[in-house]
């Protein structure tokens, strides 16, 4: 990843099938003509990203530019991009959201090599791409709607719905999700709405606990005995590194799930990496556990129920060390039945998120070019 001094026609080295591959690029040509594309600039410079598995996203203000195998993350300012041409020889990453409109607004040309029939339905064997919303827009295919869909107005709607369910199957926790709905209305950035999720989140789990039952009072450690809350007692640990034997079933019901999640998104025609709520992460399937919020409420429901009716053994689990709780095999295989999700689940939780998609896009494409590029701090209308 480094900077090309002049945009002059140039060679840049790519890969296909691990064996590198000389590909000539050059900004001037008639596929990258300004006026095709409503771009109001030639690039002055250029910088090629020719490795597999390279990530650009927005963050504090800057783009960053990153790749599998790349120690070097780099960290741009606006300032430093504009009037550019960022390159990406082959489709094989990940834009998370907001990037898009960050380049728009800075006047970054975004071009990606594409093969025929991929997102953009190029009619051509081989060929490049500037991504631009205009462009997406007007080859309104499943994935392109997702990239250009507003993240804050999603991200609303997927908790409103997720308090609605809360509220259904706990009618104690009605009036918390009343109160941060009103907040949710009000909020500005997705931080912003994880800040009410997390307060609702404590009350549901307040109310959702229970006294285990135990066969042994001598092996069964004290503190497994009544579960309290998705937390963990690891220091600096995340709820992944689960402390208690519930969180434990809880964790492994929601990987399980969130499997069945990436396949029905993929699917769908939904790109699993590309998120609007959760934060983003190299190698995870951040929209699979947007999903999950929608289905959450249920399958705690079902494992705590199963968990409720055992009598548990302090044999029943592996500890380690650090107190980190794992499931044995044959626990994990009872479990299985209990986390899956129906077929009629997961459509219903896909149809939500392409209708929050198309809603989102089509609100886009009424604005004019120059204020489609917002951050999602700013946007504020809600697809529902």
């Not at 090629?48 to 927005?58: D, E, K, S």
């Not at 499943?142 to 706990?170: D, N, S, V």
């Not at 790109?271 to 959760?278: K, S, V």
């Amino acid at each position: 990843m480094n900077w090309i001094s002049d945009a002059r026609p140039t060679v840049a080295k790519s890969y296909e099938n691990g064996a590198p591959k000389s590909i000539a690029i050059d900004p001037l040509q008639p596929e990258f003509e300004p006026a095709r594309w409503s771009i109001p600039f030639k690039p002055a410079k250029i910088m090629a990203i020719p490795q597999h598995g390279w990530r650009l996203r927005v963050t504090r203000g800057m783009l960053e530019i990153g790749a599998r195998g790349v120690s070097d993350t780099l960290y741009l300012e606006p300032a430093e991009l504009r009037k550019r041409a960022i390159y990406l020889l082959n489709s094989s990453g990940v834009i998370y959201g907001g990037a898009i409109p960050w380049c728009l607004e800075n006047n970054v040309l975004l071009a990606m090599r594409v093969e025929q029939d991929d997102i953009f339905n190029v009619d051509h064997r081989t060929s490049f791409v500037v991504l631009t919303e205009e462009n997406i827009l007007q080859k309104p295919t499943t994935r392109a709607r997702q990239y250009a869909a507003a993240p804050l107005p999603i991200a609303k709607a997927l908790l409103r719905e997720q308090f609605r369910r809360m509220a259904k199957e706990l009618k104690s926790v009605d009036r918390e999700c009343a109160r941060y709905e009103l907040w949710l209305n009000k909020s500005r950035s997705i931080r912003e709405l994880m800040h009410a999720e997390g307060h609702v989140a404590r009350t549901y789990w307040h109310l959702r606990a229970f006294r285990l039952q135990f066969s042994d009072d001598k092996t069964f450690p004290t503190r497994w005995r009544v579960f309290r809350q998705r937390k963990s007692r690891v220091l600096g640990s995340n709820n992944q590194n689960a402390t208690h034997p519930i969180n434990a079933l809880l964790n492994y019901s929601y990987a399980i799930v969130a499997a069945q999640l990436r396949r029905a998104i993929v699917a769908s025609g939904l790109d699993p990496c590309f998120g609007y709520l959760h934060a983003d992460l190299d190698y995870r399937d951040n929209l699979a556990y947007d999903l999950m919020e929608l289905l959450r409420c249920r399958i705690d429901t079902d494992v705590l129920s199963w968990a409720r009716r055992r009598v548990w053994k302090r044999s029943d689990f592996f500890v380690f060390l650090n107190g980190v709780v794992r499931l044995p095999d044959e626990l994990a295989a009872a479990l299985v039945p209990v986390a899956l999700r129906t077929d009629a689940e997961l459509e219903c939780a896909i149809a939500l998120m392409l209708r929050w998609i198309r809603l989102s896009s089509s609100t886009r494409t009424r604005q004019t070019p120059r204020t489609r590029g917002v951050s999602e701090s700013h946007q504020a209308s809600t697809p529902d």
